[in-house]
């Protein structure tokens, strides 16, 4: 069974920097891309990025691309996401995604100060 | 970006009736387009894929069509269980862009 486990998330203050985890289990995890999608209070859903299975290549919501970075660790089968200089328009529930059809079950990033 | 207009953002309807939601992209995304039911708490679950693919596991009442920049999810005969917010997405063009939504409720 394919289970996506995001984690880091938490309240951090304008300008910090958070990387979320996404530990991936139920498939082979070095032969997937990967991708991150937040989701805000108000439920707007915005693509954050992709990465290739085996981490060489990454594409990026243009308007993320400078603030956020993400990476995978295929012997961990651990995907991550690092947020530098947070805003509070980054408040949101943040997914790991595989395909379209697994979804992990979000965690929640409140930029507050 | 492709921009993505969904239509209606919110929807009232009463149980056996169907219902039909609409997606508009700001330009031809060739098919490449998913539809995703969210329940309240809990994350998005891929209904149609490719503009008119079910999913393993979906009802048949659900189904998807539509082509170029026109695309529409249909729900035949509405249940209670349907309750919930639709989105689309197009993955044709960097970046994947999400519909607003549509909230689906019973009346």
């Known amino acids: 069974e394919v289970q996506l486990v995001e984690s880091g998330g938490g309240l951090v203050q304008p300008g910090a920097s958070l990387k979320l985890s996404c530990v991936a289990s139920?498939?082979?995890?070095?032969?997937?891309?990967m991708s991150w999608v937040r989701q805000t209070p108000g439920k707007t859903m915005e693509w954050i990025g992709d990465?290739?299975?085996?981490?060489?290549?990454?594409n990026y919501a243009p308007s993320l691309k400078n603030r956020f970075t993400i990476s995978r660790d295929n012997a961990k089968s651990t995907l991550y996401l690092q947020m530098s200089n947070v805003r509070s328009e980054d408040t949101a529930t943040y997914y790991c995604?595989?395909?379209?059809?697994?979804w992990g079950q979000g965690v929640m990033v409140t930029v507050s100060s | 970006d492709i921009r993505m207009t969904q239509s209606p953002a919110s929807l009232s309807a009463s149980l056996g009736e169907t219902v039909n939601i609409e997606c508009l992209a700001s330009e031809d995304i060739y098919s490449d387009l998913a539809w995703y039911q969210q329940k309240p708490g809990k994350s998005p679950q891929l209904l149609i894929y490719?503009?008119?693919s079910l999913q393993n596991g979906v009802p048949s009442r659900f189904s998807g069509s539509g082509s170029g920049t026109q695309y529409s999810l249909k729900i035949n005969s509405l249940q209670s269980e349907d309750v919930a917010t639709y989105f689309c997405q197009q993955y044709n063009n960097y970046p994947n862009t999400f519909g607003a939504g549509t909230k689906l409720e019973l009346k």
């Open positions: 139920g498939f082979t995890f070095s032969d997937y891309w």
């Open positions: 990465i290739k299975y085996d981490g060489s290549y990454t």
């Open positions: 490719n503009a008119n």
């Open positions: 995604q595989l395909g379209f059809d697994y």
